[in-house]
Nanobody, 115 residues
Framework: QVQLVESGGGLVQPGESLRLSCAAS????????MAWYRQAPGKQRELVAV???????NYAESVKGRFTISRENALNTVYLRMNSLKPEDTAVYYC?????????WGKGTLVTVSS
């Protein structure tokens, strides 16, 4: 079993920054793909950013140039640096880990961008 614990969410004003963290623990073998998703009220969950075990990254168009995903493989931890936050970034952000053909989710952390 794999556990994911997110942290770093909160209330910020438009234009400000936040950094989310997600620490994975448990039965993890070999390479992993780690990602951040988000779900805004009344909307479907969407992929925000993904990083492979080799460091290759991809981003949703809506966050390109503002968000940066990174990881520390030795710690099984993934980060999401969010700059120039907008009200439309308000959502619950979920960490996801793919390993050995399985997908695991954290419980989410709320990010609210409001003046």
């Amino acid at each position: 079993q794999v556990q994911l614990v997110e942290s770093g969410g909160g209330l910020v004003q438009p234009g400000e920054s936040l950094r989310l963290s997600c620490a994975a623990s448990g039965s993890i073998f070999g390479g992993t793909v780690m990602a951040w998703y988000r779900q805004a009220p009344g909307k479907q969950r969407e992929l925000v950013a993904v990083v492979s075990s080799g460091g290759t990254t991809n981003y949703a168009e809506s966050v390109k140039g503002r968000f940066t995903i990174s990881r520390e493989n030795a710690l099984n931890t993934v980060y999401l640096r969010m700059n120039s936050l907008k009200p439309e970034d308000t959502a619950v952000y979920y960490c996801n880990l793919g390993n050995q053909g399985r997908s695991y989710w954290g419980k989410g952390t709320l990010v609210t961008v409001s003046s």
